[in-house]
């Protein structure tokens, strides 16, 4: 009987021992990109000058205060509402920089407070700096402003993929700030009207298709932004690939030389 109790504990501990395996391994953790790192860790100690943006200046002096490069966080501001002060997402944030309501309050700001563009800023610049003190490293910091500090793993320094995703995303946009601050870009987000050409479910195609089109487009102003697309039992993001409405063309125009240019013929109004 003895015997029998003692194989019965050992089988215990071995399938817990397995249930614990399998639950640190359901979402795999993968190692920043360490070419996209580099080019963050730059920014903090030769960050280029930028201008012309919306709300430029009360991002600088938040970014000035709590001690982050202002392309840094124009990424961000860019990355998540396309400085739109109005923008709500499903989940609650607000605001230029989508700030969640129960980050707020850990600042002792109320959530209507948020719609503010001044308050908004401040707070998710906070935020993120408060970030970038604790994990020490720009790439997991846009994570956490993602996913929370659950989402990465400062000691191992990985992350999960979905948060690994979203830094991929901001630094497209960061990419369109730096393109600004050397010449080659033209008007800045939140001052031009885009129209939609393409969805995409996965973040790595719509980045390809966006590479594509600007080589096949170079005098297009093309840009890629993501979107909450609401089902019944839950909520995902889709990357949109816009094009600016120009005084040269409109619409119709534009979507004909894209259908000449690449063989794609559909073009779409932003949602």
């Not at 935020?127 to 003190?133: E, F, T």
């Amino acid at each position: 009987m003895k015997r029998w109790m003692n194989k019965v504990f050992s089988f215990c501990c071995l399938f817990c021992l397995c249930m614990c395996f399998l639950a640190g391994h359901a979402a795999p953790a993968i190692a920043p990109d360490s070419s996209i790192r580099s080019g963050l860790e730059s920014l903090f100690t030769d960050p280029p000058q930028v201008h012309g943006y919306p709300y430029q200046q009360l991002i600088e002096t938040a970014a000035a205060q709590y001690g982050l490069p202002l392309p840094y966080v124009l990424a961000v501001v860019r990355g998540e509402s396309f400085f739109d002060p109005k923008a709500r997402s499903a989940k609650g944030a607000l605001g230029l920089m989508q700030v969640l309501p129960s980050t707020a309050s850990d600042y002792g700001v109320k959530p209507e407070d948020l719609l503010d563009p001044a308050t908004n800023i401040d707070v998710g610049v906070r935020y993120l700096a408060d970030l970038h003190a604790k994990l020490q490293d720009p790439y997991l910091t846009l994570a956490a402003y993602y996913c929370g500090c659950g989402g990465v793993d400062k000691a191992q320094f990985t992350l999960r993929e979905d948060c690994d995703e979203y830094v991929h995303y901001i630094h497209a946009h960061l990419q369109k700030v730096l393109e600004r601050a050397k010449g080659e870009g033209s008007i800045p987000a939140g001052e031009v009207q885009h129209f939609l050409l393409a969805r995409f479910d996965n973040f790595l195609d719509a980045e390809r298709f966006l590479e594509y089109l600007s080589r096949k487009l170079p005098r297009r102003q093309l840009d890629i932004f993501r979107n909450e697309v609401t089902h019944l039992d839950h909520v995902r993001y889709q990357y949109q690939i816009l094009v600016a409405d120009g005084k040269d063309k409109g619409k119709s125009d534009i979507c004909k030389a894209v259908e000449e240019s690449t063989g794609f013929s559909f073009c779409w109004e932003k949602d």
